[in-house]
């Protein structure tokens, strides 16, 4: 089955400075690749996604690029804010019957003002 | 708010008891999912329904089980309660099976279980 490393665990950064989170995956035929934000005590929220077809993506200050043949994804957040500060997570889609999403271990994210 | 409800939001039982978590997804999402998340294990896919029928199983345990109803709200349920099982529950949806062109999940609140 699918199995998601992420990295690092944890990533301190000063406000403005850009932030990196990396995973990888085991499945070449995963096709759709979501990052979450979790706040403490919330609810995990979808923040983008990409798909397997698509090389980079791009919404306001964040993206995700993603290299199929390396079987890693990333997640980059430009010009910080202290509101970025939370749990990032990254997920693969299983492609056992379903629409199971395998999810990375989690990046706590802190933004230093 | 992602349209996708739980509850109860907390929940404290004792060990051995029975519990019942329940959820509904965003309208017009047929697809109901059950993650676990622990402070050791991360988010861990339990089961999903799509329309009422079970769609694909991760580590569940036997102890719980699941259901999806016709108005396509989704209950968890937990038997047998240990305390390892304290943990948030959380409920996603979607609208789209395998193999279609959606496959965003959306989370609900959670439900905080406490086993004492």
């Known amino acids: 089955g699918e199995n998601v490393e992420q990295h690092p665990s944890t990533l301190s950064v000063q406000e403005g400075d850009s932030a990196v989170i990396k995973c990888t995956y085991s499945d070449s035929a995963s096709n759709y690749f979501p990052w979450y934000k979790q706040e403490l005590g919330k609810r995990p929220q979808l923040i983008i996604d990409i798909r397997s077809n698509v090389g980079e993506k791009k919404d306001q200050r964040i993206a995700v690029t993603l290299n199929k043949t390396a079987k890693h994804f990333s997640l980059h957040i430009t010009e910080t804010q202290p509101e970025d500060s939370a749990v990032y997570f990254c997920a693969a889609r299983s492609m056992e019957y379903g629409n199971k999403l395998v999810f990375g271990a989690g990046t706590i994210l802190r933004v230093k003002s | 708010d992602s349209g996708v409800t739980q509850t109860p939001k907390h929940l404290i039982t004792a060990t051995g008891q029975r519990v019942t978590l329940r959820c509904s997804p965003r309208?017009?999402?047929?697809?109901v999912y059950w993650y676990q998340q622990s402070l050791d294990q991360g988010l861990q896919f339990l089961i999903q329904?799509?329309?009422?029928?079970?769609?694909a199983k991760g580590n569940i345990l036997e102890r719980f089980s699941a259901q999806q109803f016709p108005d396509l709200h989704s209950e968890l349920n937990l038997s047998s309660l240990e305390l390892g099982d304290s943990a948030l529950y959380f409920c996603a949806s979607s609208d789209r099976d395998a193999g279609l062109s959606n496959f965003g999940q959306f989370f609900g609140p959670g439900t905080r279980l406490t086993v004492l």
């Open positions: 309208s017009g999402d047929l697809s």
């Open positions: 329904y799509y329309n009422g029928e079970e769609r």
